[in-house]
């Protein structure tokens, strides 16, 4: 018997319908020669301080630095967790094969690895390795399963992070606690959390230290067209009026006249920051909520695998991109002029050497039905994207005018689309800030050397602030280490050295919320006092800096790759860990307390409307979650209750089930009180579902 382990009860679902394993047991489904069981999440973790040494339990100066001479690893205190492992721990005593089918990246090698571990494997393991959870690819996964020790550098990784992040945030939160906290507040110190959280504070600082200052420019209107004076900019009001008195004496003259015709490269494929960054700028989502939408959309097997950092496919997916093109027909109207030609094998779309484990977030092709609304738009941000990357350049043609009144020189430029290309795929939308300020200006043809009367003014203005942080910028930062980086080809070489990995970075923001470090004010994100402090209060740059956390990323990436040792990674974080301690314990203690945040006054409460219970029949079938419900004579079933089986009855064991009740069973699984009923894994009803 082989035993195959995915990462959570729904992919097992889907690998044993693939399989033919579709006989259900307790924990897992057998059949055809195998047997297909499940995790859900990490099930184990690090071992704690105590466990090594109990009286570390007790958070003491002396202790620190805590380092174990081994690392090793115990099962999370939880009964579903331990019922699990038991059950997968049997099955691979007694199986002939194991076949990793664990979420294909680093955190998915770290929890199988962690698993058969524990559970003391002898059996050979095999590495399913696929990039969507259609049926076609997992068969032709499983058709080409890899050899498990193909990814042990992927998980030398992965354990070295885990033991990077132990090492350093055990230590050095104990340590700061101690010594700068007061009563029982804890500061968290973390080897990415830390450094984000020190950007955020730098960019507060400059916001806080800014003085707005007024200046003057002098701009002038030549041919219905508005010049600006290319001097800087004028500090005192009388020195512009001058300048103003000098220009009603000179005519106007054109001495530049320069229009090229360019082109607006296409938009890149999303990786999980970018898709990020978009969803914020154009929906406001957090970067959690994105990352749980585009979660959902892959286990939904609408999109491919999402916890990526490449925005390239690799070259061998070039044959099948005409075939998922034809398979979006909710898009027929948008991929019909990329249908009407052979597809481009554009090298800013394809190209292995950009590409390492997984490829850029795609579609898969599959309908998008049953939807919710947030789901919706992540799913036609990645649907756009992709459909833009095969269209034809944006053409533009950009003008420079250059011209003078007396010795004051004057310049204006725009920029006319001459064939909009990619940008027809997003026609419809709704321009963004961004956009607004650089929308078409067409100027008028000059002819250098032609003069005339023109009407000078002044402008007046004021210096502005940097901008606080968004979650885009945030993220952004993050990819690259706090520098400013537009260009799309150099955020790619930045990318091994950026703070985080995308799948990290959501998580990351949210803990700093949570630790009331940092605030949301509408889209942007403010340091609080309390994270104010502890960045002052830590001296040692390390702790910090992007540039040196990114350089740690590096190494991560390095080992990942088999060009940089574990061990030598975590020798170097043991002598940091170290040198901090003895540093920190000898330096002056000043306190530091958790400040609540600030919240506005409560504007008067309006009366709330009744909630909405939705109506059964609009409801997605939990079973299959591929169709919708339907009412027939005693019961509510799947609209394809032939294949899937699902149906919950009006009443049960002689109680009348209300509307909300039902509502909560399919949403939630089961209802509230102690007297409740709950769906088991087989979706049948049972009792006492109360906690």
């Given amino acids: 018997m082989k035993v195959c382990i995915a990462e959570k009860p729904s992919v097992a679902r889907d690998i044993a319908e693939v399989l033919g394993a579709r006989q259900r047991k307790d924990g897992y489904y057998e059949g055809n020669g195998y047997q297909v069981t499940w995790t859900f999440g990490h099930f184990c973790t690090l071992k704690e301080p105590h466990d090594y040494v109990p009286g570390w339990k007790t958070w003491s100066l002396y202790d620190l630095p805590i380092i174990p001479s081994h690392f090793g690893i115990k099962l999370i205190t939880d009964r579903g967790v331990e019922k699990q492992f038991n059950t997968i721990a049997t099955l691979i005593r007694d199986c002939e094969e194991v076949i990793n089918c664990g979420d294909a990246g680093q955190e998915g090698e770290l929890i199988q690895r962690w698993v058969l571990l524990k559970a003391q494997c002898t059996a050979p393991v095999k590495r399913l390795w ?148 978009e969803a914020n700028k154009k929906y406001a989502f957090s970067a959690d909520e994105t990352l749980k939408h585009i979660q959902n959309l892959y286990e939904k097997k609408l999109v491919t695998y999402p916890r990526v950092d490449t925005t390239y496919l690799s070259e061998d997916l070039h044959p099948k991109i005409e075939g998922i093109l034809r398979d979006m027909t909710p898009y027929a109207n948008l991929t019909a002029p990329v249908l009407a030609h052979p597809i481009p094998k554009l090298k800013s779309v394809f190209d292995d050497k950009k590409v390492t484990d997984h490829h850029a977030i795609i579609p898969t092709g599959m309908y998008p039905e049953n939807l919710q609304l947030d789901e919706k738009r992540i799913y036609d941000l990645v649907a756009r994207r992709f459909i833009a990357a095969f269209y034809p350049e944006c053409k533009v043609a950009n003008t420079t005018v250059l011209g003078k009144a007396g010795q004051v020189e004057f310049k204006v430029t725009g920029k006319e689309i001459l064939e909009p290309g990619w940008k027809e795929v997003y026609a419809n939308d709704a321009p963004s800030e961004e956009e607004k300020e650089e929308k078409e200006k067409v100027l008028p043809v000059f002819e250098v050397g ?11 203005g004021k210096t502005t602030a940097p901008k606080p942080y968004t979650e885009a910028t945030l993220l952004r930062a993050m990819e690259t280490a706090g520098k400013q980086v537009e260009d799309e080809e150099m955020r790619e070489l930045l990318k091994d050295n950026g ?26 994100i403010f340091a609080t006092q309390t994270g104010i402090d502890l960045i002052d209060t830590i001296q040692n740059e390390l702790l910090k800096s992007p540039e040196l956390t990114g350089a740690w990323e590096r190494k991560l990436r390095l080992i990942e790759k088999g060009e940089y040792a574990m061990e030598t990674f975590k020798q170097e974080l043991i002598v940091m860990v170290t040198e901090l301690t003895q540093e920190v314990k000898n330096n002056a203690a000043r306190s530091i307390s958790i400040v609540p945040l600030k919240t506005p006054d409560p504007a008067p409460k309006k009366p709330r409307a009744p909630k909405e219970i939705p109506a059964v029949g609009t409801l997605q079938c939990p079973k299959c979650k591929q169709h919708p419900l339907k009412k027939g004579n005693t019961a509510y079933g799947c609209a394809n209750f032939a294949a899937c089986g699902f149906k919950v009855p009006f009443e049960f064991e002689g109680k009348k089930l209300t509307d909300k009740q039902l509502v909560e069973l399919i949403t939630k699984g089961k209802t509230g009180g102690k007297k409740g009923v709950q769906f088991n894994s087989d979706f049948q009803l049972s009792g006492n579902a109360g906690d």
């Avoid at 970075?505 to 630790?515: G, K, P």
Wanted: hydrophobic share 35%; net charge positive.
């Fill in 450 to 460: 032609e003069s005339g009367p023109h009407t000078p003014r002044i402008h007046k």
């Fill in 130 to 277: 696929i990039s969507s959870l259609t049926e076609q690819a997992i068969r032709e996964g499983f058709a080409s399963l890899k050899e498990a020790s193909r990814y042990d550098n992927l998980y030398a990784a992965g354990s070295a992070r885990a033991i990077g992040d132990w090492l350093l945030g055990m230590n050095a939160t104990r340590l700061f606690t101690k010594k700068f906290a007061e009563g029982k507040a804890v500061l968290s110190i973390g080897r990415v959390q830390t450094p984000t959280l020190a950007m955020i504070v730098a960019r507060q600082k400059e916001i806080n230290a800014f003085v707005a200052e007024e200046y003057w420019e002098l701009k002038t209107i030549y041919r219905k067209t508005e010049f600006t004076a290319t001097i800087e900019r004028i500090r005192q009001q009388d020195r512009a009026a001058k300048g103003l008195e000098y220009l009603q004496q000179h005519p106007f003259e054109i001495t530049a006249f320069e229009r090229k015709e360019g082109k607006e490269g296409n938009p890149r494929l999303f990786d999980l920051t970018a898709l990020q960054v």
């Fill in 499 to 524: 703070i985080g990995r995308p799948s990290t970075r959501a998580n990351i923001i949210e803990t700093l919320f949570r630790r009331k470090y940092i605030e949301k004010r509408k889209k942007n």
